[in-house]
């Protein structure tokens, strides 16, 4: 059994979602298919949320009414028969009456994460009735009945397989299973999401709960390309990687893929392929477990991150000081993404500020403490760039005039890490591109 997510702009469209149909229809193998909400009602939804939240309920009305008015353009163009209309016309109708109904009740992070996943239901149901008009056999998998996670926020692996390969022996011989990208339910049995971008994330865990042959993740691109196309002109597609490079590059920012998606699929050895449903005949990027080329493959970058500093005339041989350091961060839930030290000082960076302030609290007992807020990670990742001559030089020299505020290097064999500032970001993946890929 394989698996087959299409992001947003991959069933954004009437005419994109009858090319999802074609696609899935085109094998024989028995495939769950995992949808995001169509491009742009993730957004819409995060600004009703926001309207709510701060009581301004004509602007959220407004935002609904919106919302409702694609949705009821769509509908008409997906589907020709009378009784699909009907089926859609009644979906579209109990989604926007749950939204409407919000505007009179009161607010909270709870109702915030129901409106959220209303963007997955609407594709989902949409795509199911566009199956049954055509008269492909389909089952509908509420993604709510098997995807949960934590009180941590982190998804019960375990659970989903037990749960997802119970619903999925009900159903013999079938070979097509439409679910939800992105939402489950949490510990609280409250829905729940995946963060932005999460659908990735649902497809790969899909995959590593049932031990799929493959994890295919469709999108507007074909494949994982070596630098930032939002970015940086002249950027091409990686034919092969590993799943540690893939992970790298997602963590690190490149957005084509969400930051947790690869260790699902790399725990039970799925291989994932990165495909385009614009181009599908185009190679995309196959990720699994070892390759053979040595040497820089990508780069990308992740904003949004602050480097803390701390200070202690009493590191010098102090051993336990760097633990103290880090259970701070531990405490308060906080995962740290680079480090670079020296004798007197520890640097880190993280990228969740919601404990900030208790975080510098306490880092202030153990030294003197400098934040640096609204930096940059630049990431080069790539096969054994550790042991390839040339490769820090060559990214050094592609730097020569950007202020660089902390290097890691050597912490893994395919990584190479740098801390810039923000306004730096985009002139560092310009610069490194011709650098790094032309020596
Ligand atoms: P989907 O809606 O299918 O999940 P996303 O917008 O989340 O699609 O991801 C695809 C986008 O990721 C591409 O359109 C591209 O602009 C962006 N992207 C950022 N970095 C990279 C990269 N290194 N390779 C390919 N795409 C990238
Ligand atoms: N719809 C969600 C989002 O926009 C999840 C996803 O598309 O992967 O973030
Ligand atoms: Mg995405």
């Known amino acids: 059994m394989k698996i087959m997510k299409f992001g947003g702009t991959s069933v954004g469209r009437p005419e994109r979602m009858h090319q999802v149909k074609d696609l899935i229809t085109r094998g024989d193998e028995p495939t769950i298919v995992v949808l995001s909400a169509l491009s742009g009602t993730t957004n819409a939804l995060v600004g009703i949320g926001e309207a709510l939240a701060s009581a301004d309920k004509i602007l959220a009305k407004e935002r609904i009414d919106t919302l409702h008015a694609h949705y009821l353009v769509f509908y008409k163009e997906l589907l020709k028969t009378e009784e699909a209309r009907t089926k859609a016309e009644a979906i579209i109708k109990e989604h926007f009456e749950f939204l409407n109904i919000l505007l009179k009740i009161s607010f909270n992070e709870a109702i915030n994460r129901d409106i959220l996943a209303q963007g997955e239901l609407l594709s989902t149901k949409l795509f199911y009735t566009l199956l049954e008009e055509l008269n492909i056999p389909a089952v509908f998998l509420p993604a709510l009945d098997f995807m949960s996670i934590d009180e941590n926020s982190e998804p019960e692996l375990g659970k989903i397989s037990e749960k997802l390969k119970a619903i999925l022996a009900e159903f013999p011989g079938e070979r097509i299973f439409v679910t939800q990208g992105y939402i489950c339910k949490n510990h609280r049995n409250e829905v729940d999401n995946l963060k932005r971008g999460g659908s990735d994330y649902t497809a790969s865990l899909v995959a590593a709960a049932i031990q799929a042959s493959a994890c295919e993740i469709w999108t507007d691109i074909d494949g994982m390309h070596n630098n930032?196309?939002?970015?940086?002109?002249?950027?091409?597609?990686?034919a092969v990687m590993s799943f540690d490079e893939a992970a790298e590059l997602a963590y690190f920012g490149a957005k084509i893929l969400h930051p947790a998606s690869i260790w699902p699929a790399q725990l039970y050895n799925v291989p994932v392929k990165l495909l385009n449903t614009m181009q599908p005949e185009a190679h995309g990027t196959l990720i699994k477990a070892e390759v053979d080329a040595i040497g820089v493959k990508a780069?990308?970058?992740?904003?949004?991150?602050?480097?803390?500093?701390?200070?202690?005339?009493?590191?010098?041989?102090?051993?336990?000081?760097?633990?103290r350091v880090f259970e701070i961060f531990e405490k308060y839930k906080t995962p740290i993404d680079m480090i670079t030290t020296s004798e007197v000082a520890v640097s880190v960076t993280i990228d969740d500020l919601s404990h900030l302030d208790q975080i510098l609290a306490e880092?202030?007992?153990?030294?003197?403490?400098?934040?640096?807020?609204?930096?940059?990670?630049?990431?080069?990742?790539?096969?054994?760039?550790?042991?390839?001559?040339?490769?820090?030089?060559a990214v050094m020299d592609s730097l020569e005039d950007i202020?660089?505020?902390?290097?890691?290097?050597?912490?893994?064999?395919?990584?190479?890490?740098?801390l810039v500032d923000a306004n730096y970001k985009n002139e560092a993946l310009q610069k490194l591109n011709t650098g790094v890929f032309s020596w």
């Open 403 to 418: 202020p660089v505020r902390m290097v890691s290097y050597g912490g893994s064999r395919h990584n190479v890490s740098l």
């Open 299 to 323: 780069i990308a970058a992740k904003d949004g991150i602050t480097a803390i500093k701390i200070k202690s005339s009493r590191m010098l041989l102090a051993y336990g000081f760097l633990r």
């Open 228 to 238: 930032d196309p939002r970015i940086v002109e002249k950027t091409r597609p990686i």
């Open 363 to 393: 880092l202030d007992m153990l030294g003197s403490v400098e934040v640096d807020k609204n930096q940059a990670i630049v990431c080069i990742v790539g096969n054994q760039i550790s042991e390839t001559k040339g490769v820090i030089k």
